[in-house]
C-alpha cells in the first residue's frame, strides 16, 4: 500500500461519523459489512475506515490499572477488518497485560487470517509492540496511522517506527512460517497426564465432567498445534470454559525479542474478549469454570507456573488440567 494521508477536514468528518455511532463495534467486521459500512459513512478507501472505527475501539479497551485506553484497527488481506484494545488484570503483574496491538495480531489469528495490510491505532506503538509485529511477513512495509497524531496524519511503513529492526530474519530461514501462517506443530499427548485443580475440588469440580474436559483438551491441544514458537522449540496452547460450557482457546505466540511473546493464557483470553466476553469490564468478573494447558514436556518455557497464578486471580474456582507432550520441532 502506497504512503497516504488524509486532509484535516476528511479526518475531522470522519470523527464525527464515528461519535455519532454509540453502539459497540465488534472485535471482527466481514469484509461485506465493511463495505456497507463504508458506503454509508462515504468512505472512498477502506484504510479511512480503520481511522473513522478508532474511537469506537478505544471504548472497548480495558485498562482498570492505568486508566490509558488504546484502540487498533486493522486490515486483514481478506478484507476483513479486525478490533485491538488494551487490557489489564488487576492483582497480576503488569507482563500480563495485552498490548492494543498485540490483541489485534491474536484476535486475526483466531479468526484464521493470513495478514495484516494496516493499522490505525490511538497512540503510537510502543516499543514493545514494534518489536511483536516484527512477526508478520513483510513488516517492514506495514502501514501505521496514529490518530492522536491529529489532522493531516498520515500512514506510514513500519519501518519507520522501527528503523534498524531485530526480526524473524536474523534467527530463521526465510521460508520459515510466521506468525499468521499456517503452523503444525507435532504434538502427540502423553499417557501419564498431569492434573492441577482447585484448592477444594474432586474428580468432578464446578459440574464438570468428561465432555467438557475432552473438549477442553482438544481446543488446548489445536491451539498448541497452531502456536508461533519457532525460537523455543516450545509449542503450547491454552482453552478456558465459561459456565455455559463455551470453550476459547490460544495459542503461543513468541517474538525473536522474547519479552514481548505473547503467552497462551493471554492469547485465549483474546478469544474470549473478542467473542463477546464480558469479565474485566467494571463490576464484571470472569466466569471461567475449567482450563486446560497443553505444552511439552520437560523444556525451556512452561507456562503452567502463569497459567497457576492467572486464574488463581481473575477465576480462582477454575479447574486447571494439565497435559504433556513429547517435544519436536515447532513449525
Known amino acids: 500500500m502506497p504512503r497516504s494521508n488524509f486532509s484535516p477536514s476528511s479526518c475531522l468528518e470522519m470523527k464525527e461519523k464515528a461519535a455519532r455511532s454509540t453502539a459497540e463495534i465488534a472485535f471482527v467486521i466481514e469484509a461485506e459489512a465493511a463495505a456497507a459500512m463504508m458506503k454509508e459513512w462515504g468512505v472512498a478507501v477502506a484504510p479511512e475506515l480503520l481511522v473513522a472505527l478508532v474511537p469506537a475501539a478505544l471504548r472497548l479497551a480495558r485498562p482498570p490499572i492505568s486508566n490509558f485506553h488504546v484502540g487498533a484497527v486493522g486490515l486483514g488481506t481478506s478484507g476483513r477488518i479486525y478490533v485491538g484494545v488494551n487490557m489489564e488484570f488487576p492483582g497480576l503483574p503488569l507482563h500480563h497485560s495485552i498490548h492494543a496491538e498485540q490483541f489485534l495480531v491474536t484476535n486475526a489469528a483466531v479468526h484464521g487470517e493470513t495478514g495484516i495490510r494496516c493499522i490505525a491505532v490511538s497512540s503510537a506503538p510502543c516499543g514493545h509492540c514494534r518489536q511483536f509485529l516484527q512477526e508478520l511477513r513483510g513488516a517492514a512495509e506495514m502501514q501505521i496511522l496514529v490518530t492522536?497524531?491529529?489532522?493531516?496524519?498520515?500512514?506510514?511503513?513500519?519501518?519507520?517506527?522501527?528503523?534498524?529492526?531485530?526480526?524473524?530474519?536474523?534467527?530463521?530461514?526465510?521460508?520459515?512460517?510466521?506468525?499468521?501462517?499456517?503452523?503444525?506443530?507435532?504434538?502427540?499427548?502423553?499417557?501419564?497426564?498431569?492434573?492441577?485443580?482447585?484448592?477444594?475440588?474432586?474428580?468432578?469440580?464446578?459440574?464438570?465432567?468428561?465432555?467438557?474436559?475432552?473438549?477442553?483438551?482438544?481446543?488446548?491441544?489445536?491451539?498448541?498445534?497452531?502456536?508461533?514458537?519457532?525460537?523455543?522449540?516450545?509449542?503450547?496452547?491454552?482453552?478456558?470454559?465459561?459456565?455455559?460450557?463455551?470453550?476459547?482457546?490460544?495459542?503461543?505466540?513468541?517474538?525473536?525479542?522474547?519479552?514481548?511473546?505473547?503467552?497462551?493464557?493471554?492469547?485465549?483470553?483474546?478469544?474470549?474478549?473478542?467473542?463477546?466476553?464480558?469479565?474485566?469490564?467494571?463490576?464484571?468478573?470472569?466466569?471461567?469454570?475449567?482450563?486446560?494447558?497443553?505444552?511439552?514436556?520437560?523444556?525451556?518455557?512452561?507456562?503452567?507456573?502463569?497459567?497457576?497464578?492467572?486464574?488463581?486471580?481473575?477465576?480462582?474456582?477454575?479447574?486447571?488440567?494439565?497435559?504433556?507432550?513429547?517435544?519436536?520441532?515447532?513449525?
Open 148 to 331: 492522536s497524531d491529529g489532522p493531516g496524519s498520515a500512514f506510514l511503513p513500519l519501518s519507520s517506527f522501527l528503523p534498524r529492526p531485530f526480526g524473524p530474519p536474523d534467527l530463521l530461514h526465510k521460508d520459515h512460517p510466521l506468525l499468521l501462517e499456517p503452523h503444525d506443530n507435532k504434538i502427540a499427548l502423553l499417557d501419564d497426564e498431569e492434573e492441577t485443580e482447585a484448592a477444594g475440588c474432586g474428580g468432578i469440580c464446578n459440574g464438570i465432567g468428561g465432555a467438557l474436559q475432552e473438549r477442553l483438551r482438544a481446543a488446548a491441544a489445536g491451539a498448541a498445534r497452531a502456536s508461533h514458537a519457532p525460537y523455543s522449540k516450545c509449542p503450547a496452547g491454552f482453552a478456558v470454559a465459561d459456565s455455559e460450557g463455551r470453550v476459547y482457546a490460544g495459542s503461543y505466540e513468541e517474538s525473536a525479542a522474547y519479552n514481548p511473546s505473547l503467552g497462551p493464557v493471554q492469547a485465549a483470553m483474546v478469544a474470549y474478549v473478542a467473542a463477546g466476553g464480558g469479565g474485566g469490564r467494571a463490576g464484571e468478573g470472569y466466569g471461567f469454570v475449567a482450563a486446560a494447558l497443553v505444552e511439552p514436556e520437560g523444556v525451556a518455557v512452561s507456562h503452567e507456573a502463569t497459567a497457576r497464578v492467572f486464574l488463581s486471580v481473575v477465576a480462582p474456582r477454575a479447574h486447571l488440567k494439565v497435559y504433556r507432550f513429547h517435544s519436536s520441532a515447532a513449525a
